[in-house]
């Protein structure tokens, strides 16, 4: 797998919202080269988390308005990996329930968006809506190997 685009997200625990140092940085290199970005923590987080909510609306998600991951329970008969296979098609990159379990637990049938990596808030718009879309077509057959 390539990937023509790597994001760095430095979250601090900072116990209010602040700027500059101690605070939160997402870097981004890339084609077009390296960049280092000091985002405002509240804020804009709540306004990518609303922008995923508001897409995402009639889905079961889960996340904090501060935060910059959302989970996003896959209704039936969506699978991740098929989910994520599609995505990555149409450009569009998350990570599925498999790698948060530890031991031998079954994941859960969800996948985990991170608004915090996208540029700008129209990307996370582009991103969540790609994510809609492809829920509201029909889900691609699972091969069967036997």
């Known amino acids: 797998m390539r ?4 994001a760095i997200f430095d979250w601090p625990a900072a116990s209010r919202p602040k700027r500059g140092k101690d605070s939160i940085w997402l870097g981004l290199a890339g084609p077009e080269g390296v960049t280092a970005e ?12 609303k922008i995923a909510a508001d897409a995402l609306d009639g ?8 935060s910059y991951q959302i989970w996003l329970e896959l209704p039936e008969p ?3 990996d098929v989910l994520r296979d599609q995505a990555m098609r149409k450009g569009v ?3 599925t ?3 948060f379990v530890v031991g031998r637990q079954q994941a859960p049938h969800a996948i985990r968006i991170c608004v915090g ?3 700008t808030r129209d990307e996370v718009r582009q991103g969540v809506e ?3 879309d492809i829920l509201h077509g029909p889900a691609a057959a699972t091969p069967v190997i036997a």
């Open 3 to 6: 990937f023509d685009r790597i």
């Open 38 to 49: 000091n985002l405002p923590t509240r804020a804009e987080a709540e306004a990518r988390m």
């Open 59 to 66: 889905f079961s998600i889960r996340g904090h308005k501060h």
């Open 78 to 80: 969506w699978r991740a």
């Open 93 to 95: 990159f998350f990570l």
């Open 97 to 99: 329930g498999d790698a």
């Open 117 to 119: 990596s996208c540029r």
């Open 130 to 132: 790609t994510i809609r």
